[in-house]
DNA sequence: CCTACCGATCGGTAGG
DNA sequence: CCTACCGATCGGTAGG
């Protein structure tokens, strides 16, 4: 049972959702106390004794960032029952996040990745923490929808190539603001999960090179199985 | 004929030099003029001195490493004859850049693009401009390579899907460290151009249906044509 | 949650 | 290319 929040709390809420905003668009670094303070109304000392240290704030932002981006993207695509599909609503909540959020400072996370990738720290810890959970999960999404006999070959590449994709369509939408990237995305994501399909006509008639079996796993796997 | 250097221009190079490795770490904002004195061994305003403001250093920055990825990648790429064979090897050596950058801020324009897409200005606008040279390029090596009828389909697409790997394989290398995603990202690289391949046996054995052949683009353009 | 302050560093300038 | 300086802003603290 969720307890009434107190005032401080709320207040803390409020900060953080305008830090999320802030943080996305001049990064977590660039954010500053002082601008955050003024952008949310009031003085620097009363932001600043919500969280102590600037690092605690970085650390907060991120983890509001997360609650948000699990409460849009993560939990209603979990909802979905079979395992493919519901990787498939994973990746169309994933753009539509990356639409939303075109004029707000883009994927949080591509953008903390990348700005914190050379800072140690325990900022960069929960960052690639994060990260690491969002593999995890992709990676066991696929090894369902393949222990279900949906999808064959090395999901740990397919993971790979979806996450690459996911994460390339952002920076380059965040540039160029083109949304028929969106587009070209969806499609690249839809055509490369029909080649990991088991029950496509077309695919149980096409030949292989031993080549593309290899790459695939089919063989390795076999081998090993 | 290359005119000798001045001792101006020679200390402006080793600074920018510098400047480019600080910048990829720790972003072309976060680079100062002051550490950047105390790196390369001068006083501050002996720095300040050869770019007058600190755009014109940050543009300055971003253009010597252009630079030097044209030295390292593009150059080289362009001496191969065949078109998509200079394709493979602009992908091959933009791997290695990204290898060897592992411990020195990555992809460099990677960083800046996402740096800097929430900040209008004379940088947003080079970044911009380089990266879309890049599009273009790889654009029209893919064109070529579909007009000497070695790959066939939507080559729009097709780009759009090399630049993705490429930028999404930078940001998940950069955070990870893990040199294995290296080849997994050039297995799909090899993986997706073998699948529009014109020569390969079975591929053209390959049936099709119908919804990957709008995708691909070969009904509209036979339309078109 | 505020006012008032700290030392450090920022981008930038004067003058040589 | 230097020393010496400017106002502004940084993260953070004292005291209430």
Tied chains: 1, 2.
Aim: some cysteine; aromatic content about 6%; charged content about 25%.
């Amino acid at each position: 049972m969720p307890r009434r929040p107190t005032h401080a709390e709320r207040t803390r809420a409020d900060i953080l959702e305008v830090a999320v905003r802030l943080a996305a668009q001049e990064g977590l670094e660039g954010l500053s106390v002082g601008r955050l303070a003024e952008a949310v109304g009031m003085s620097k000392a009363g932001v600043f004794a919500h969280f102590g240290s600037k690092e605690s704030l970085q650390l907060a932002t991120v983890e509001a960032a997360f609650l948000q981006f699990r409460e849009e993207v993560v939990l209603p695509a979990l909802a979905v029952q079979a395992p493919l599909d519901r990787m498939r609503e994973l990746m169309d909540r994933y753009f539509a996040y990356l639409a939303r959020r075109l004029d707000t400072g883009g994927c949080f996370f591509t953008a903390a990745s990348l700005e914190f990738d050379d800072r140690p720290g325990p900022v960069q810890e929960k960052i690639r923490q994060l990260l690491q959970a969002r593999n995890m999960l992709i990676w066991t999404e696929l090894q369902q929808a393949q222990e279900a006999g949906t999808i064959r070959g090395d999901v740990e590449q397919l993971a790979f190539e979806v996450i690459s994709l996911g994460t390339g369509t952002a920076v380059q939408l965040q540039l160029t603001r083109d949304r028929a990237l969106l587009e070209r995305a969806r499609a690249a994501f839809v055509d490369r999960l029909e080649r990991s399909l088991v029950s496509a006509a077309t695919e149980t008639a096409r030949p292989e090179t031993p080549a593309a079996q290899r790459r695939r796993g089919g063989r390795a796997r076999a081998a090993r199985g």
